[in-house]
């Protein structure tokens, strides 16, 4: 059972360009999460997906940047027009339905695709 | 709304010395509660959660977290600290895994 993968791991982009950084959950998992990390910030939460709906997008900036979480295929983030301060790592997780009143008991995270804006 | 604080971005520890990271919460419902480990260019890995039950809950690598209601904590522990612990630790909590800032731990020799 492969982990959660994002691709690519590394993408450059110049200002303006468009950014689209790819997430495949772990078989099974039906939601996904985009967290945005900035040195000495930690983990920006940013969108909480489930297939072909988007739950919870509050850490979502509100122009430029989108996601979706298709029936088939990865989720996407999508970043337009990007400027140096889109420049981060971007994380995805994947967890099973959650359960009970607390939430999700566990998410995995992929290994990052890390931004660079020039 | 949750939230997370971590205090100490930075902790150094020696060799064979405690390990303690603070982590306080505020949640409206019963939390769920996690520990997560990043190395250098990695992602992150769950070192242990509290659910539901036993309050002190134990995870990989030794390391240990007891969940305290009643003074909003979930404080990272480990007995004796190896230089292979040297990595960033994160708190969160659910329901949209909300993490904290994270706190670097430094091992010194």
């Known amino acids: 059972n492969a982990g959660v993968m994002q691709n690519p791991r590394h993408l450059v982009r110049r200002r303006g360009q468009e950014a689209r950084l790819r997430c495949s959950p772990m078989?099974?998992?039906?939601?996904v999460y985009w967290y945005r990390q900035l040195p000495e910030e930690g983990l920006k939460f940013m969108v909480y997906l489930q297939k072909e709906n988007i739950i919870d997008e509050s850490g979502m900036p509100k122009e430029r940047f989108s996601a979706e979480f298709p029936k088939e295929g990865p989720s996407i983030l999508r970043i337009q027009q990007v400027v140096r301060g889109d420049s981060a790592a971007y994380f995805c997780?994947?967890?099973?339905?959650?359960?009970?009143?607390?939430?999700?008991?566990?998410?995995?995270f992929g290994q990052g695709t890390r931004l660079t804006v020039v | 709304a949750q939230s997370v604080t971590q205090l100490g971005s930075h902790v150094s520890v020696s060799e064979g010395a405690l390990v303690l990271l603070r982590c306080n919460y505020s949640?409206?419902?019963?939390?769920?509660l996690f520990w997560y480990v990043q190395y250098p260019n990695q992602g992150l890995q769950l070192l242990l959660k509290y659910t539901t039950g036993a309050t002190l809950v134990k995870g990989i690598n030794g390391f240990e977290a007891e969940f305290k209601k009643s003074e909003t904590s979930f404080h990272l522990t480990k007995p004796s600290a190896h230089m292979s612990d040297a990595a960033e630790y994160f708190c969160?909590?659910?329901?949209?895994?909300?993490f904290g800032k994270g706190t670097r731990l430094h091992i010194l020799p």
């Open positions: 969160a909590v659910s329901e949209r895994i909300i």
């Open positions: 997780a994947s967890s099973p339905p959650a359960g009970g009143l607390g939430g999700v008991t566990e998410a995995f």
């Open positions: 078989k099974g998992h039906s939601h």
């Open positions: 949640s409206s419902v019963p939390p769920y």
